[in-house]
């Protein structure tokens, strides 16, 4: 071999040992440009633009740094003899056995109601023990009132008649049912509107 051709070759050899280590270090790393065009929009390219005036921005972007992560694993799929044995639920069982919960619920509310009404209607008359006597005092006799005597005092001579008048505990008991069925009234009012939106 003449000796140019192995200087030649010497010089190839460690050109591709320089070429070799320059990729090698560089291998995990890309070269990109940036600019931005004469309608303001910003341009990437592997390449610089040719005839391009304007300014031109190499960037280099780590490979290792900015990679997409690998996919997640996907679970396993549910064999499907596991699921044979699963039964669905049935709709129609459920739907059926709420509307029954909410119509005893409504029914049961309207009963409430019904005997709120019943004792506010039946307790009208004051009790004997839910009664007082007040005295009346009137400028002459009254028609019909066996009971009345004549007062003489202040030199005058009214009348008295006493009268049988219902007391605190009427009214309290009367108060009482009136709050009763109000409460009653309300919660069949939610019972009803339960229902609605449950068999719907």
Known sequence: MPKGADARLARAACFAAALFTTVAAHADTRTLYRWTDGEG????SDKPPTGFKGEVTRVEVDLDTNT???ALARPPAIPADVMRDVTPPDMAKTRRDRREKLEAVVKQAQQKVAVAKAALDGGGDPKEDERQVIQRRFA?????MSNCRVSGEGGKTPVVCPAMIPNDQYYERVRGQEEALR???EELAE???AYRRGVD
């Open 41 to 44: 929009r910003t341009q990437y």
């Open 140 to 144: 002459k006799a009254q028609a019909g």
């Open 191 to 193: 019972a009803e509107t």
């Open 68 to 70: 997409r992560p690998a």
């Open 183 to 185: 409460k009653a009234e």
